[in-house]
């Protein structure tokens, strides 16, 4: 049987990013919660996911890769977004699980720093072992495995792949991307992340990059191809693309 898992929710905006910035990853301090939202209109559909027999929206994120600050990057800049946290649908789908989390419409004028951090510390982590959390209601189950960056994305894209194991022998593969992109015709800078855990070592189906298309079109987002660069002065408005 899956094991049951829930999240933790946001930090408050009170706290300062410096502490956040400042974690050996994005959640500490956060409490676990399984408090569903609403599904936001922006997420993947139930049809949209081959297979999907169920879904349902929670604040933050289900599962952490602890690889540097790939996880805070993404808390402190939902912080600065609407709402002020970001949001993750999951999806039931046989022996695996699907998760988008949505952090659209980031209020900040260097939105380019976080998606750059995000892609070099993925290249950084790369052939090291590193440890995942699934969050339940109380302590996090840990399992660890050696993270590999995926090769060959665009610079709209970032991801990996991680095969773990928990002290109870139990193994997931986790296949994450990226996506840098904007909504409202350019103007708003945002991360789209989209996630397969499957309940064995081997990948799980669908794959991220399977439900990409369809995730920027319920969000009504491009990718943005300027989101690489290390310049770190405001947003500028990028040509729209759609697929990678």
Same mark, same amino acid.
């Given at each position: 049987?899956?094991?049951?898992?829930?999240?933790?929710?946001?930090?408050?905006?009170?706290l300062?990013?410096f502490?956040?910035?400042?974690?050996?990853?994005?959640?500490?301090?956060?409490?676990?919660?399984?408090?569903?939202?609403?599904?936001?209109?922006?997420?993947?559909t139930?049809?949209?996911?081959?297979?999907?027999?169920?879904?349902?929206?929670?604040?933050?994120?289900?599962?952490e890769?602890?690889c540097?600050?790939?996880?805070?990057?993404?808390?402190?800049?939902?912080?600065?977004?609407?709402?002020d946290?970001?949001?993750?649908?999951?999806?039931?789908?046989?022996? +695996?699980?699907?998760?988008?989390?949505?952090?659209?419409?980031?209020?900040?004028?260097?939105?380019?720093?976080?998606? +750059?951090?995000?892609?070099?510390?993925?290249?950084?982590?790369?052939?090291?072992?590193?440890?995942?959390?699934?969050?339940?209601?109380?302590?996090?189950?840990?399992?660890?495995?050696?993270?590999h960056?995926?090769?060959?994305?665009?610079?709209?894209? +970032?991801?990996?792949?991680?095969?773990?194991?928990?002290?109870?022998?139990?193994?997931h593969?986790?296949?994450r991307?990226?996506?840098?992109v904007?909504?409202?015709?350019?103007?708003?800078?945002?991360?789209?992340v989209?996630?397969?855990?499957?309940n064995?070592?081997q990948?799980?189906?669908?794959?991220?990059?399977?439900?990409?298309?369809?995730?920027?079109?319920? +969000?009504?987002a491009t990718?943005?191809?300027?989101?690489?660069?290390?310049?770190l002065?405001?947003?500028?408005?990028?040509?729209?693309?759609?697929?990678?």
């Amino acid at each position: 049987m899956r094991r049951a898992r829930s999240l933790r929710s946001f930090l408050p905006l009170v706290l300062a990013s410096f502490l956040l910035a400042g974690c050996g990853h994005g959640g500490a301090g956060q409490e676990a919660t399984a408090t569903p939202e609403p599904i936001p209109t922006t997420a993947l559909t139930l049809a949209d996911v081959p297979g999907a027999t169920s879904q349902a929206a929670y604040p933050g994120m289900r599962v952490e890769v602890i690889c540097k600050r790939i996880e805070s990057s993404i808390y402190k800049r939902v912080l600065l977004s609407e709402p002020d946290h970001a949001v993750t649908v999951e999806y039931e789908v046989g022996d +695996a699980t699907v998760y988008e989390t949505l952090a659209l419409a980031l209020t900040t004028i260097r939105p380019n720093g976080s998606f +750059a951090s995000i892609a070099k510390d993925i290249a950084a982590c790369d052939g090291t072992k590193e440890e995942t959390q699934f969050w339940s209601v109380g302590p996090p189950e840990s399992e660890t495995g050696a993270f590999h960056a995926t090769e060959g994305l665009p610079d709209t894209l +970032a991801g990996f792949t991680i095969t773990t194991t928990g002290e109870d022998g139990a193994q997931h593969h986790i296949e994450r991307i990226y996506a840098a992109v904007t909504t409202n015709n350019g103007q708003e800078p945002g991360i789209i992340v989209l996630t397969t855990v499957s309940n064995t070592n081997q990948p799980g189906a669908p794959a991220p990059l399977d439900l990409l298309d369809a995730a920027l079109q319920r +969000a009504d987002a491009t990718l943005d191809p300027t989101a690489i660069t290390t310049d770190l002065g405001p947003h500028t408005t990028p040509q729209p693309t759609n697929t990678p």
